[in-house]
């Protein structure tokens, strides 16, 4: 997979934003008086240079600087010079210098300007954070489009630290929908650590199909999974970081720009199809590929995995607050290695107790399931075949499938396909029946 180039991401050394403590400095370098001369015409208002800034965009967070809040104060003055103050998010801005130019350059086209004066501020710690939420706002507003089709569900799982079973969560679940008759895309964005395809049993290596000329998709591997119990089988269509390299054991070495970058091309060059679920198991923690997946899949939903241990839930908190500030639902929390049941039916809280029920109020979330401490979980993740394939007796496995079958029933059931036309034509037709069979 050739992975772009970094791209614009989030990140918390950004400084482009506005306000407070005004602090006067000497303007950057200006373009000679005669570059901008004076349009004749009546003064404008405040409100008209405001609407012209509007059409300054902010280098790095590509957001007009009026949305984000960047524009503290404007004066015109009676002799046409037009005073600006824009808030930074630091005083040592890099790109105020462009900021400035192009201030310069929009309030310039305005009639009855003479001259344009430039002010900066600096933003507090709460302004700056208001306008990261506001870029984010913008940043789901306006996703790029993906091969993940709109009716999909998407849930990711995710977690504040690694060792929780997050994974396994995620490949449980996946196979227990299909084997419910669905068809779930299953994308391995722990790139570092990736682990989905030994869980699930997928060998080899990614394919792809050609889409036109000196242009192609990655075809995701497809597994078909037919529940022991009967039923109608389903499909996993699985993609990893593992299912491209060499050997399992190869370590990627890339920093977090390069990961979200390679997330965004599993989302947009990899041919998913139809999907009724598509679940994302996260790394752990809050970093560039949580926040990118916010900006591409802004209909993701988070399932977040704690253990009952009180240190865990405080990490896994951070993860909720993470989602709800990017915009996304918590879908609910999944307790894992909630306890351990031995032969004799005694049960033991290894790991503690309550990390589940602690964290989902509050989040205010549902605790959706406390999965028991079983040998078969890790028995079949190491051979990939998933408990609820496995071991379909055995506790977790019934827990696996409670949590699928809420999700489906309650939570997050599948869209339904059946458009609007077609529900109007099953209303005519039904109408029509009843009207034959009237007196």
């Known amino acids: 997979m050739t992975v772009p180039a970094a791209g614009h991401i989030f990140k918390a050394s950004v400084c482009f934003i506005p306000r407070t403590l005004l602090q006067r400095s000497s303007p950057p370098t200006k373009a000679p008086m005669d570059a901008f001369p004076e349009i004749p015409g009546p003064r404008p208002t405040p409100d008209d240079v405001r609407g012209a800034l509007a059409g300054v965009i902010d280098p790095e967070l590509r957001v007009s600087i009026t949305e984000l809040g960047m524009v503290k104060d404007v004066e015109v003055a009676a002799d046409g010079v037009v005073r600006v103050t824009v808030a930074l998010t630091t005083a040592g801005c890099p790109l105020r210098g462009q900021i400035s130019t192009d201030v310069r350059s929009k309030v310039h086209g305005l009639p009855g300007v003479s001259d344009v004066k430039v002010e900066y501020g600096e933003m507090t710690q709460e302004e700056r954070s208001a306008l990261m939420q506001r870029a984010r706002l913008h940043a789901t507003k306006n996703a790029p489009s993906t091969e993940v089709p709109p009716t999909t569900r998407v849930i990711a799982i995710g977690s504040g630290k690694g060792g929780v079973g997050k994974s396994s969560v995620t490949a449980n679940l996946a196979a227990a929908l299909a084997a419910r008759g669905l068809i779930v895309g299953v994308l391995d964005a722990d790139i570092w650590g990736f682990s989905i395809p030994r869980m699930l049993g997928a060998k080899g290596r990614l394919g792809g199909e050609k889409t036109g000329p000196d242009r192609g998709k990655i075809v995701p591997q497809e597994l078909p999974v037919q529940h022991p119990n009967g039923g109608p089988a389903g499909k996993l269509r699985i993609v990893s970081m593992g299912l491209l390299v060499d050997d399992e054991d190869t370590a990627l070495m890339w920093r977090g720009l390069i990961l979200a970058k390679a997330l965004e091309q599993f989302l947009t060059d990899v041919s998913w199809g139809d999907l009724d679920y598509l679940l994302i198991d996260m790394p752990p923690g809050t970093g560039d590929i949580q926040m990118a997946l916010a900006r591409l899949l802004p209909q993701t939903e988070m399932l ?132 034959r069979v009237s007196p």
Not at 312 to 331: T, W
Not at 404 to 424: F, Q, S, Y
């Open 304 to 435: 977040v995995v704690t253990t009952p241990a009180k240190g865990a839930q405080k990490v896994a908190s951070r993860v909720a607050d993470m989602a709800r500030r990017s915009y996304m639902k918590v879908l609910g929390i999944v307790e894992n290695m909630s306890e351990f049941v031995a032969p004799d039916g005694s049960r033991h809280a290894i790991f503690g107790e309550g990390g589940g029920r602690r964290l989902a109020k509050l989040t205010g979330a549902p605790l959706v399931g406390q999965i028991p401490i079983e040998a078969a979980v890790s028995t079949g993740g190491d051979e990939g075949r998933p408990v609820v394939l496995s071991a379909t007796d055995s506790a977790a496995a019934h827990t696996f499938e409670a949590i699928a079958k809420r999700i489906v029933d309650e939570l997050l059931p599948p869209v339904e396909m059946a458009g609007c036309t077609a529900r109007i034509f099953e209303m005519a037709e039904a109408n029509l029946a009843s009207a």
